[in-house]
């Protein structure tokens, strides 16, 4: 680790609530069954990620409705930024867009979604390696040139709401290298209408706990909202402080 790693004060202890009692352990098993047989199966990666959803009794609402773009169009792929909460984010995105996504190279080993992940064409990094960071930077504007978008978490790690950490300014640089338009969206999670920490999957928390803590969650939702595309014009700082306003202005801190 080094002294430029994105660290969250978020942990499951501290954080991690939920604002309503648990449904009932039947039903609970029966979602993580419902979830085994959508991972077990084949057909279009948004299909598969809105399905998901479905198994866990998660809702999900979507600005734009599913089925529309999150990128711009044209010749070059667009740079979706996005908040991160939880493992779920990865799956809103893609129910949306079953765009590129740059992440940590552990995702790619995680039981059940990895494989998700993986048949997503994911960009596995090192996020603790300042050295590979270049490389990355290249990937992803290689890839955005290419015509294809990329989903990325600007802030490096996950947190218990919307209110989080600082975007971090390296892949805005790939923006910029690529000529390639930037969504910025917004995701958070509620249980009857209220801000909720339930899906978070936040410091020394496994994948598996949380997993069984979301299936046992009662009325939970999560909101994907896409903001106005930001031209990429100016530096990487100017663009991640624009991208941080435009994301996380309106997101509703939690207070577990």
């Given at each position: 680790m080094n002294?430029?790693?994105?660290?969250?004060?978020?942990?499951?202890?501290?954080?991690?609530?939920?604002?309503?009692?648990?449904?009932?352990?039947?039903?609970?098993?029966?979602?993580?069954?419902?979830?085994?047989?959508?991972?077990?199966?084949?057909?279009?990666?948004?299909?598969?990620?809105?399905?998901?959803?479905?198994?866990?009794?998660?809702?999900?609402?979507?600005?734009?409705?599913p089925r529309a773009a999150l990128s711009a169009g044209g010749d070059t792929g667009t740079l979706i930024v996005a908040n991160h909460i939880s493992w779920l984010d990865i799956l809103a995105v893609m129910a949306v867009e079953p765009a590129t996504f740059l992440a940590k190279r552990e995702v790619g080993n995680w039981p059940l979604l990895g494989g998700l992940a993986t048949k997503a064409g994911t960009l596995f990094v090192d996020r603790w390696s300042l050295r590979a960071l270049p490389d990355s930077v290249a990937v992803v504007a290689d890839t955005l040139r290419q015509g294809t978008s990329v989903a990325v978490f600007p802030e490096a790690t996950t947190w218990c709401s919307g209110k989080g950490g600082v975007f971090r300014r390296a892949m805005f640089q790939a923006a910029i290298d690529a000529n390639a338009p930037i969504r910025p969206v917004t995701l958070s999670y509620t249980q009857e209408d209220k801000p909720s920490t339930v899906a978070a999957f936040v410091g020394d928390d496994t994948l598996a706990r949380s997993i069984a803590r979301v299936s046992k969650a009662r009325d939970l939702r999560a909101r994907l909202t896409a903001r106005p595309l930001i031209e990429p014009t100016g530096d990487r700082r100017e663009l991640a402080a624009l991208a941080q306003h435009a994301v996380l202005a309106d997101a509703e801190p939690v207070h577990a």
């Open positions: 002294v430029w790693t994105a660290t969250s004060p978020c942990s499951p202890s501290r954080c991690v609530t939920s604002e309503l009692p648990p449904v009932s352990t039947s039903e609970a098993i029966a979602r993580g069954a419902a979830l085994l047989k959508v991972l077990a199966s084949t057909g279009p990666l948004d299909v598969r990620a809105r399905r998901v959803f479905d198994a866990l009794g998660i809702g999900l609402d979507t600005d734009p409705a």
